[in-house]
């Protein structure tokens, strides 16, 4: 069975249908809202709200172990993670959708490994290739089978957050590769990796990243909610085909 770790948008109920939730406790403490065990499009998966059930966990204090623990003790096999992001360049204007093959990492003190403790000892895990080959192929083509048009790889800058990036940050992420910006699927991809889970993930463009063409004005996050709405339908219509 696989789990689908759903971001911003993903507050509204009726996406999985046939819904159990389950309160569910890990050694790292609670995750961010009780699982739901469900089907999407028939198909059965666990299903997370990664910022917590009113959306009241911010990017930076997501328990983001606990998380990704409480889906592997659930039974899930792999993770398909949605998160939403502010795209670099024409191809990621808003509305695109973007199945990532390389994540940079500009977060901080964040708890992003389970291997911290004399107890837990040290692991060095293999992060070469940080996002599932096999199941960002699978994104890719239900993506094309769906009929959305998806950008094949690119690179997931991560930010801190919760704070939108300053013009200087982004043209800075993209002198290092970045496509794409967003706040949280670091560290979930390496603590995945960290207990074996396979793990990909679907971005939405909602926005041009800041200081690029239009958003030269400010951006009003709480105004994308159309964009965002529409983004993540669209995410959903990629993943049930996926399943
Ligand atoms: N920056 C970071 N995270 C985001 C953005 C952005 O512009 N848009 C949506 N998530």
Not at 57 to 72: D, E, G, Q, S, T
Not at 85 to 113: C, F, K, N
Not at 167 to 183: S, T, W
Request: aromatic fraction near 8%; glycine fraction near 12%.
């Amino acid at each position: 069975m696989l789990a689908l770790i759903g971001g911003t948008g993903f507050e509204e109920e009726g996406i999985i249908t046939d819904a159990e939730e389950i309160e569910v406790d890990t050694p790292w403490g609670k995750p961010a809202a009780p699982l739901i065990i469900g089907k999407l499009g028939g198909v059965p998966l666990i299903f997370l709200r990664r910022h917590g059930v009113k959306h009241e966990f911010a990017p930076h204090v997501i328990p983001y172990r606990a998380n990704i623990w409480a889906l592997k003790a659930a039974g899930a096999e792999g993770i398909i993670a949605v998160g939403t992001v502010g795209g670099i360049g024409e191809a990621l204007s808003a509305g695109t959708l973007m199945v990532p093959d390389q994540i940079l990492d500009y977060t901080w003190g964040r708890e992003h490994t389970y291997f911290d403790s004399p107890e837990a000892g040290v692991k060095h895990i293999d992060f070469t290739y940080p996002f599932d080959q096999g199941l960002s192929q699978a994104l890719i083509r239900a993506a094309r089978r769906s009929g959305h048009g998806v950008v094949e790889g690119g690179v997931y800058a991560t930010t801190q957050g919760p704070r939108l990036e300053s013009a200087a940050e982004v043209r800075r992420f993209q002198r290092d590769g970045a496509n794409v910006i967003g706040m949280t699927l670091y560290p979930e991809c390496a603590l995945a990796r960290e207990i074996d889970l396979p793990y990909g993930a679907l971005c939405v463009s909602v926005n041009s990243a800041a200081g690029l063409r239009e958003s030269h004005r400010k951006i009003e996050f709480e105004s994308l909610k159309e964009i965002v709405d529409r983004g993540v339908r669209a995410a959903v219509d990629v993943v049930r085909e996926a399943l």
